[in-house]
């Protein structure tokens, strides 16, 4: 059997035969939601030394300051603000210049090079 097995809302598997862009819109009602995924919990990042919460770019760039990353001055993305280890590494942080638009996939990015110092949670366990 050739085609795309999908889940509805309910856990129901169906199998798509020829899938189109149409069969799927046709499936459910398109639902606009936020960055997470719908009924997701938001997540939130945390400096795990302090157990602090991160909530803006200037608790985020002091604790990444004390971590030896300095703030990479990009002239041809004003809309980001991007981090480096070192001019020997090749490890770069970038975010969105607003801090309400960071997503979830750049709280792991930080997580991932930092993997002892900052941890993603869910905002229901703080």
């Known amino acids: 059997m050739s085609g795309v097995w999908v889940f509805n809302k309910n856990g129901v598997v169906r199998l798509i035969p020829n899938p189109t862009r149409e069969s799927f819109e046709r499936m459910e009602p398109h639902h606009l939601g936020t960055a997470t995924a719908p009924g997701a919990r938001p997540r939130i990042l945390v400096y795990i030394p302090t157990n602090q919460v991160i909530r803006s770019h200037i ?50 990015d930080i997580v991932v090079k930092n993997r002892s110092f900052f941890e993603v949670r869910d905002s229901a366990a703080i």
């Open 59 to 108: 608790e985020l760039e002091q604790r990444l300051t004390e971590l030896g990353w300095t703030r990479y001055l990009n002239p041809l993305r004003p809309d980001l603000l991007q981090f480096h280890r070192s001019d020997d590494s090749a490890h770069l942080i970038s975010l969105p210049y607003d801090f309400s638009c960071i997503r979830t996939f750049h709280m792991y």
